[in-house]
Structures are given as structure tokens and as C-alpha cells.
């Protein structure tokens, strides 16, 4: 995005909008979503003087306000995803869904990291989780549910690059929960393990789960 604030007024680059016309136009066509990565953590990360934890962590705040649109925002990923339902109407596509396809927040970062914590990483996810059970849409497309895909499951312990890289998972590369954010697993068979961490414990033998959010 050239502009993502306010919401109202987000827009694509100018040198990518040639580019985006003939993409926005297939998508249209075939009746398919608009796919984003959205980390509010970066947003933090680069602006913590003027940007509120709470507001990013889904936590009560005071909110933000579009100045042109008068719509409060009270949380981040929402002025995200409605910042790029902006630029798509601005190129004549505003039907478009949008679907978060990453988004997430780092467990562990390097000293310069602020923010990098357990304690926020579970909190933005436990949060996103409950707030993505509601089925509610945006303040600008309050009709369309919000769809969001969580990065990450595991950590990635071999991957190059910052600490923070390697610490957006759920889960440890041997299986053990980095921290509990409410969720838990059912066998296969329908029936339900029931841990006192909520998640189910590895072995060899483990039976395939299926990872949903208890209410």
C-alpha cells in the first residue's frame, strides 16, 4: 500500500496500480478472494511511542479514529484489512473480500525487538481467536465475516535471520506448546483429549487432530 492511514483512505502504490488492475480483474471474475499479510506487530515494532499496545493486542483501548470517515477502530487488524478494502475500491473493485492469509505474533525477539514476548504473542492470539469466533466483519464491510489463517503452528528453530523469525509458533518443533491459547485437540474419532496445558500431548503414535477453538 502507498497509503494505509487513515482506513478510508488507503491506496495501492501508484507504479503498482498497472499492475494490480489486470489481477484485481481476474480475481473479480472468478468470484475469488484478495489475499494479505497482516501483522500489526510490525506496526508496533517500528512506533512505539505512538502506537497503543493495547490497541494492536485487541486489549480495551481508547480506540483510533478515521479523521475522514469519523469510524473508530479498536483494534489494528481491522484498520489493516479495511485500509486495503479502501485502495481496492479506489481501483473499482469494491466487492473484492479480503482474507487474511498470515498474521501473528512473535513469542521471542532480540533485545531491539520491542514487544517480542510470550506474554503479547498469546495474548494477540488468544485474542484474534475469540475475536474471529464472534463472525464479525470489519467497521467498512461489516456484512463479511473476517477470515484469518494464523502464522504460525510451529517455530521455526533452523530458520535464518532474527530471533523474532524463528518464535511465531504455537508450537515447538518437537511438539511441546510454547504457550495456551485456548485451543484444543480432537481425535480423529470425534472424541476429545482433554489436557490441563489445552493442547494434546506428541508421541510417535499420535493420532491426527483436528485444532479448534473452544468457546
Do not use: C
Request: charged share 15%.
Amino acid at each position: 500500500l502507498g497509503t494505509s492511514y487513515p482506513p478510508s483512505a488507503g491506496s495501492f502504490e501508484s507504479k503498482l496500480e498497472s499492475l494490480m488492475e489486470p489481477l484485481l480483474a481476474l480475481l473479480s471474475q472468478s468470484d475469488s478472494p484478495f489475499f494479505i499479510n497482516a501483522y500489526p506487530y510490525f506496526a508496533y515494532k517500528a512506533d512505539t511511542s505512538q502506537i497503543s499496545l493495547d490497541y494492536v493486542l485487541f486489549e480495551p483501548n481508547a480506540g483510533v479514529v478515521d479523521s475522514n470517515s469519523n469510524t473508530r477502530y479498536n483494534n489494528m487488524l481491522y484498520a489493516q484489512v479495511d485500509a486495503v478494502y479502501s485502495a481496492l475500491s479506489a481501483l473499482g473493485y469494491p466487492n473484492l473480500e479480503v482474507i487474511v492469509s498470515e498474521t501473528g505474533w512473535p513469542s521471542m525477539g532480540d533485545a531491539d525487538e520491542t514487544g517480542a514476548t510470550l506474554q503479547n504473542a498469546q495474548t494477540y492470539n488468544g485474542n484474534l481467536f475469540q475475536l474471529l469466533a464472534q463472525n464479525k466483519g470489519t467497521p467498512l464491510k461489516p456484512n463479511v465475516v473476517l477470515q484469518a489463517y494464523l502464522f504460525a503452528l510451529f517455530n521455526e528453530d533452523m530458520k535464518p535471520g532474527l530471533t523474532s523469525e524463528k518464535n511465531y509458533g504455537l508450537f515447538q518443533p518437537n511438539g511441546i506448546a510454547v504457550y495456551n491459547v485456548g485451543l484444543t485437540g480432537t481425535l480423529s474419532t470425534g472424541s476429545t483429549r482433554t489436557v490441563s496445558s489445552g493442547y494434546p500431548t506428541a508421541s510417535a503414535d499420535t493420532p491426527s487432530y483436528h485444532i479448534s477453538f473452544a468457546r
